[in-house]
T-cell receptor, first 113, second 115 residues
């Protein structure tokens, strides 16, 4: 069965440090996609970054990058130079063979000043 | 602002009651998805509509139903409410019938509290 696992329920990081949020996935599909979303305390879901399974380069969007290791089935989100506004829940999701998104349980990130 | 509008933002009701949540997708988007997020949980996919037709169904209870109207707005109906139905209900929209490499655009959610 397809599954997304986020093993870090919560993380504390000092402001300006880089942070890596872990995501592993399980699928037998050859073609799939991986997403990261941010959910601030206000509740809305904000798209951050996408990685396709055939993309040879790691995706980057500003301070966000996705460390995609296909053989290990991991798609970790790296946030460089963290800011107080990065405090939020972060969700990893995978597009399955039916083009629906399967979601991880999330990681709560708190940035300390 | 994602362009997806959900109403109401907050709703408090009693067990056994029925509520309707409404979603207006982004202009031009034909696909509407409904998700349920219980406290400290990830999102659970409920149902998807594309251009008025049901496209995919997830873990949606029989007490729940949805539809998409000709103007593409969608409604999620929750009936015989139970305490466990308390959750944040998200609507998301996309242009295509399937999620490609583009993102889903989420509304701000409707927070339902069942007392």
């Amino acid at each position: 069965a397809q599954k997304i696992t986020q093993t870090q329920p919560g993380m504390f990081v000092q402001e300006k440090e880089a942070v890596t949020l872990d995501c592993t996935y399980d699928t037998s599909d050859q073609s799939y996609g991986l997403f990261w979303y941010k959910q601030p305390s206000s509740g809305e879901m904000i798209f951050l970054i996408y990685q396709g399974s055939y993309d040879e380069q790691n995706a980057t969007e500003g301070r966000y990058s996705l460390n995609f290791q296909k053989a290990r089935k991991s798609a970790n989100l790296v946030i460089s130079a963290s800011q107080l506004g990065d405090s939020a829940m972060y969700f990893c999701a995978m597009k399955d063979s039916n083009y629906q998104l399967i979601w991880g349980a999330g990681t709560k990130l708190i940035i300390k000043p | 602002d994602s362009g997806v509008t959900q109403t109401p933002k907050h709703l408090i009701t009693a067990t056994g009651q029925r509520v309707t949540l409404r979603c207006s997708p982004r202009s031009g988007d034909l696909s509407v998805y409904w998700y349920q997020q219980s406290l400290d949980q990830g999102l659970q996919f409920l149902i998807q509509y594309y251009n008025g037709e049901e496209r995919a169904k997830g873990n949606i209870l029989e007490r729940f139903s949805a539809q998409q109207f000709p103007d593409l707005h969608s409604e999620l109906n929750l009936s015989s409410l139970e305490l466990g139905d308390s959750a944040l209900y998200f609507c998301a929209s996309s242009a295509l019938w399937r999620v490609s490499n583009g993102e889903l655009f989420f509304g701000e959610g409707s927070r339902l509290t069942v007392l």
